[in-house]
Each structure stands twice: as C-alpha cells, then as structure tokens.
C-alpha cells in the first residue's frame, strides 16, 4: 500500500474517497497526527501530514521514527515524500517540482535510527542510493503520463532549521554538490531504508535559496505560500496518475 507524507503546503489530501482517521502509537511515541486512510481511484492509500494537521511541528521536532512506523503498522511498503525545499540551482526556481536522487545529510542531534538502545543489535544499512530506484522511475512516469514537468534528479541538502540559510552557507552546500535544500529529508530517508520501506521524494521549489536568483538579498517568504498552493495542485495531480499506474 502506498504511503504518504505531506510537507508545507499539502496538509491534506482532498480527493481521498471514504477518509477515515486512524490514531496511531509506537514504540517511538506519537507520530505528526493520526493517520488518514482513503482510496483514491479503488486504490486504498494512508496519508499523513508531516507538520502536524495545524501545522505545527517544526523540522526538527518531527518524530520521523514514529511516523514511519505507523505507516508500515498500517501496512504501508511504499512512501512519497512530498516535501517543500529552496532551489540552489539556477534553473531551479520556485514552482520547480524535482524528483531528487541523492541526499547529503547536515541535521543533528535528530533521533536518526531504530538501531540503538541496549540489547539492539549494531546495523548497518547500505544507504548509497538512498531513495527506491522503482519508486522514483514510478513518480517521473506519473509526471509524464499526468503532463507535469518533472526533474529527474537532484540532489537534496538536508538541514537543521528552523531558520533558514545564510547566503555562505548555500554557497557551501552547492560546493558540497548540492542542488535543493530542505529541512525534512532526513532522517526521514534512512529510516524508511532501515524499515524496509520504498521510498521516493517529490520535492517542490519554493523559493530560490538565500543569495540565489529573487532571493538574492532576502528570501521573499511571503510569496511562499502561494508558489506552494499553486505547486501542490501539479503535486495532487501527480500522485493521482501514481496511484492509477
Ligand atoms: N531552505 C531550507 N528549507 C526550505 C527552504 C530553504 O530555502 N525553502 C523551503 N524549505
């Protein structure tokens, strides 16, 4: 079953038919919010909005561990990430919709991994790809089928926030090889790895990074919102096609 997360933006996924709210408890603590199970075109999916459904989790308060594990109690294999992030490249400008396929890593301090505590055994995961090559492939093809321009390929800096960049460090970020920032991405990525779980992103421009293109002496935050709103109804129409295929 298809699981999916919801960043800024996309608190909600309306034409869910026979929405029902599931309140879920883990191990981990209280995932963002109870779960939301539905069908969209016969196909039974689970969503759930990462910041909470009033929107008030910070990036760093998220409890990504509870979050993945009540998709998967719910029997979720399959994860879209739907995420809002800055642009660093050019060409990546606000409204841009981006199917990322690497990740660098820059959070802290974030509860990171299932495999700790006593009596847990060490784990490694391989993490050199870290999203679902099936998955990506399934979201570009979605994107095609749906008639929305989609970049395949990116790569995603994962930072602490809440606040956002300064213009050095974006310089340093795209020296590290980076093309998008955001402040969601991880651990969100490995955990779903460690569980299992497939897992793709489609991450959605909301603004040029600090010091790039109209943000060049500040990011114009009050335009975000409705970059994000008019974004989201290509997201929405994305995953209808997904859900379909
Ligand atoms: N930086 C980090 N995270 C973000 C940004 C940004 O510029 N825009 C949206 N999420």
Redesign the pocket.
């Known amino acids: 079953m298809l699981g999916i997360i919801g960043g800024s933006g996309l608190s909600q996924l309306a034409n869910l038919e026979l929405p029902r709210r599931q309140v879920a408890r883990t191990p981990y603590g209280e995932p963002s919010g109870p779960l939301t199970l539905g069908s969209m075109d016969g196909q039974q999916v689970v969503f759930l909005a990462r910041h909470g459904y009033g929107h008030s989790i910070a990036p760093h308060e998220v409890n990504y561990r509870a979050n993945l594990w009540a998709l998967r109690a719910a029997k979720v294999d399959a994860v879209i990430s739907v995420a ?3 642009g660093i490249r050019r060409e990546l400008g606000p409204g841009a919709i981006v199917i990322p396929h690497q990740i660098v890593d820059y959070t802290w301090g974030r509860a990171a991994t299932y495999f700790e505590g006593a009596g847990t055994q060490v784990t490694h995961i391989d993490f050199t790809h870290p999203y679902s090559a099936n998955l990506r492939a399934r979201l570009l093809a979605a994107a095609r089928a749906a008639g929305e321009a989609a970049v395949d390929g990116a790569v995603y800096a994962a ?1 602490q ?1 809440p606040r ?2 300064t213009a050095a460090e974006i310089n340093r970020l795209e020296r590290d090889g980076a093309d998008l ?3 969601t991405g991880m651990p969100e990525a490995a955990l779903a790895r460690e569980l299992g779980l497939d897992y793709a992103a489609i991450a959605v421009v ?2 040029y ?2 010091g790039r293109g109209e943000s060049e002496r500040e ?1 114009p935050l009050e335009r975000i919102a409705t970059v994000l709103e008019e974004a989201m109804a290509r997201v929405r129409r994305i995953i209808d096609q997904l859900v379909r295929q």
């Open positions: 809002s992030v800055g930072t926030g956002l960049e920032v955001g402040m909301a603004n990074a600090a990011i």
